[in-house]
Nanobody
Framework: QVQLVESGGGLVRPGGSLRLSCVAS????????MGWYRQAPGKQRELVASITSGGRPHYADSVKGRFTISRDNAKNTVYLQMNSLEPEDTAVYSCHTAGLTGGFRDFDSWGQGTQVTVSS
């Protein structure tokens, strides 16, 4: 079983920065895209950013130029650097990935989420 654990959330003032990390643990042979999603109260979950195994990123229009996604394949870790944060970025941020376990079984895993609050 593959587990994802996020860290790095918290309370920050508008214009501030946070860096989220998500580590995948367990028997992992290969992961495909890794992504960060967020869900604000009363809203649907939305994709914030994703990155392919080869390092190609994709961003939601609302975060382009402010957020940067990266990954360390050797550590099965994905990062989200968030700069120029706005109150509208307040949400629970969760990471997701899928791939093959060491036993060559498909997996599809979500983290438990980390709260990001942007407020003065």
């Amino acid at each position: 079983q593959v587990q994802l654990v996020e860290s790095g959330g918290g309370l920050v003032r508008p214009g501030g920065s946070l860096r989220l990390s998500c580590v995948a643990s367990g028997s992992i042979f290969r992961t495909a895209d890794m992504g960060w999603y967020r869900q604000a109260p009363g809203k649907q979950r939305e994709l914030v950013a994703s990155i392919t195994s080869g390092g190609r990123p994709h961003y939601a229009d609302s975060v382009k130029g402010r957020f940067t996604i990266s990954r360390d394949n050797a550590k099965n870790t994905v990062y989200l650097q968030m700069n120029s944060l706005e109150p509208e970025d307040t949400a629970v941020y969760s990471c997701h990935t899928a791939g093959l376990t060491g036993g060559f079984r498909d997996f599809d895993s979500w983290g438990q989420g980390t709260q990001v609050t942007v407020s003065s």
